[in-house]
C-alpha cells in the first residue's frame, strides 16, 4: 500500500518561497517516479515537476527556474521547493507516485491528499 501525505502548505506573499513536503510509505521514494501535480480551484489538474528512481528531474515549462523538486530515500521524503511564489501559482499541491515517467497527472498511480498553497499579491 502506498501512502502520501504532503505538508508545508499555506498562505504567502508574492515573491515568498514555501517547501513542501511528501512523506511517503516503505521503499515508495526509491520504487516509484514521484511527482507533484497541482489543481487551481474550477481547473484541471496540471503537473509540475517529476524525479525518476534514477535521478532524472523533469519540469514544466512554467516551473522551470523557481520550482526544484528532490527526494531523500532515506527518509522516504520528496520535496518541492517554491521560489518567487506568483499569485497564479496558487493552488493544491499533490504529490503522488507513477511506475513510469510520466508528465500529465492521469499517468500516477498513487496520490497524496493535497496542501493548499496561497500566494497573495
Known amino acids: 500500500q502506498v501512502q502520501l501525505v504532503e505538508s508545508g502548505g499555506g498562505l504567502v506573499q508574492a515573491g515568498g518561497s514555501l517547501r513542501l513536503s511528501c512523506a511517503t510509505s516503505g521503499r515508495t521514494v526509491s520504487s516509484y517516479v514521484m511527482g507533484w501535480i497541482r489543481q487551481v480551484a474550477g481547473k484541471e489538474r496540471e503537473f509540475v515537476a517529476a524525479?525518476?528512481?534514477?535521478?532524472?528531474?523533469y519540469y514544466a515549462d512554467s516551473v522551470k527556474g523557481r520550482f526544484t523538486i528532490s527526494r531523500d530515500n532515506a527518509k522516504n521524503m520528496v520535496y518541492l521547493q517554491i521560489n518567487s511564489l506568483k499569485p497564479e501559482d496558487t493552488a493544491v499541491y499533490y504529490c503522488?507516485?507513477?511506475?513510469?515517467?510520466?508528465?500529465?497527472?492521469?499517468?500516477?498511480?498513487?496520490w497524496g491528499q493535497g496542501t493548499q498553497v496561497t500566494v497573495s499579491s
Open positions: 503522488a507516485a507513477a511506475r513510469t515517467v510520466v508528465l500529465t497527472p492521469g499517468g500516477y498511480d498513487y
Open positions: 524525479i525518476s528512481r534514477s535521478g532524472l528531474i
